[in-house]
C-alpha cells in the first residue's frame, strides 16, 4: 500500500483545508463510524505557549467524526501542571459529546511495556478507538506526530524517557495499535522547543493516515535530514509505515517549492 500525504494550502481556512486533504488523500469511512470512539491527542506542553494545534485546525479535525459517539481531547498530567488545565485551550470545543480526557486520572487502564518500563496506559487509547495525533509544523528534530505519543504516558515525569525517547515513542505506538490519523498544523513553523520561540507564517496543513510518512513530509518540508531524526530511524528499523521520502506520494501542493521558501524563511530568522 502507497503511503499517500497531503500538503494543503490554510490560506481559505482550516475546515475548507482539512476536507481537501481527506479528499487527496482518500476517504476515512472506516474511522468516521458509529462504532468508534475518537481520541485526538492535542499535545500541549505549556498553556502559556504556543507550540499546539490551534483552536481552528482541532475543531474541524473533529467535525470530520461526526458519526463518532464520543471524540475525547486528550492530554496527560506534566511538570508544568495537570492535563484538565491545559485542555482548556479548547474548551471552545467542549460539548456532552466532545469531552476532555486527562489521560492520568483515568483508573481503566491496561498495562504495557514502554522503554523496559510497565506503564498503565487509559483504556480510551486501544483499539477499536481511532487515535487522531496532531502537532505543530516545527524544526525540532525529535518529531512531532510521533513525539506527540509521549504524551500518552501518564507519569508527569517523563524527562527520564528522553534517555531512549525514540524508543519510547515507537514502544508507545505499537502498544496502542498505531495512530490511525496524523494531522501537523502548519499555520507556522515553530523555529525553537521554547514555549514562546520564533515562529515564521507557513498556512499550510499536512494530513495522512501513515504517521511516519507525515513525519517524514514535515520533516523535509522544514529541512531537516528524516534519516537523521531518530524517532524516524527507529519507526524505519521496526517496518513501521513508510520513512522515505521518494517513495512517499505527496499529494496537493509542490513540497520542493514549498520546501524551499519555508527554508529560506527560517534562515532569516535565525
Known amino acids: 500500500m502507497v503511503s499517500k500525504v497531503a500538503v494543503v494550502s490554510l490560506e481559505e481556512g482550516a475546515a475548507q483545508a482539512f476536507k481537501e486533504a ?3 488523500i482518500g476517504d476515512i469511512d472506516d474511522l468516521n463510524t458509529p462504532k468508534r470512539s475518537v481520541v485526538v491527542k492535542v499535545g500541549i506542553f505549556d498553556p502559556k505557549g504556543d507550540q499546539h494545534t490551534s483552536v481552528d485546525v482541532a475543531s474541524t479535525i473533529i467535525n470530520s467524526f461526526k458519526k463518532a459517539p464520543r471524540v475525547y481531547i486528550a492530554e496527560s498530567n506534566n511538570y508544568r501542571g495537570t492535563a484538565s488545565d491545559r485542555l482548556q485551550k479548547w474548551k471552545t470545543l467542549f460539548s456532552k459529546r466532545v469531552i476532555p480526557f486527562n489521560l492520568s486520572e483515568d483508573s ?5 511495556k514502554i522503554a523496559d518500563e ?3 496506559f487509559s483504556h480510551i487509547l486501544f483499539k477499536p478507538n481511532v487515535l487522531v495525533s496532531t502537532h505543530v509544523l516545527r524544526t525540532y528534530e525529535q518529531g512531532s506526530v510521533l513525539k506527540n505519543l509521549l504524551g500518552l504516558i501518564p ?3 517523563k524527562a527520564r524517557f528522553h534517555k531512549k525517547l525514540a ?3 515507537i514502544d508507545a505506538y505499537e502498544a496502542v495499535g498505531g495512530i490511525d490519523l496524523a494531522v501537523l498544523d502548519g499555520t507556522h513553523i515553530t523555529l525553537s522547543v521554547a514555549q514562546k520561540g520564533k515562529r515564521v507564517p507557513a498556512n499550510v496543513l499536512v494530513v495522512g493516515r501513515d504517521a511516519l510518512s507525515v513525519e517524514v513530509v514535515g520533516a523535509t518540508l522544514v529541512g531537516l535530514k528524516p534519516e537523521k531524526v531518530p524517532v524516524i530511524r527507529e519507526a524505519i528499523s521496526r517496518g513501521i509505515g513508510e520513512g522515505d521520502i521518494n517513495r512517499v506520494n505527496v499529494v496537493g501542493t509542490s513540497i520542493e517549492d514549498l520546501g524551499e521558501k519555508f527554508q529560506q ?4 530568522e535565525k
Open 22 to 24: 481527506l479528499k487527496l
Open 108 to 112: 481503566d487502564t491496561m498495562q504495557v
Open 118 to 120: 510497565n506503564i498503565a
Open 155 to 157: 507519569d508527569k515525569k
Open 167 to 169: 524508543q519510547t515513542l
Open 265 to 268: 524563511l527560517i534562515a532569516q
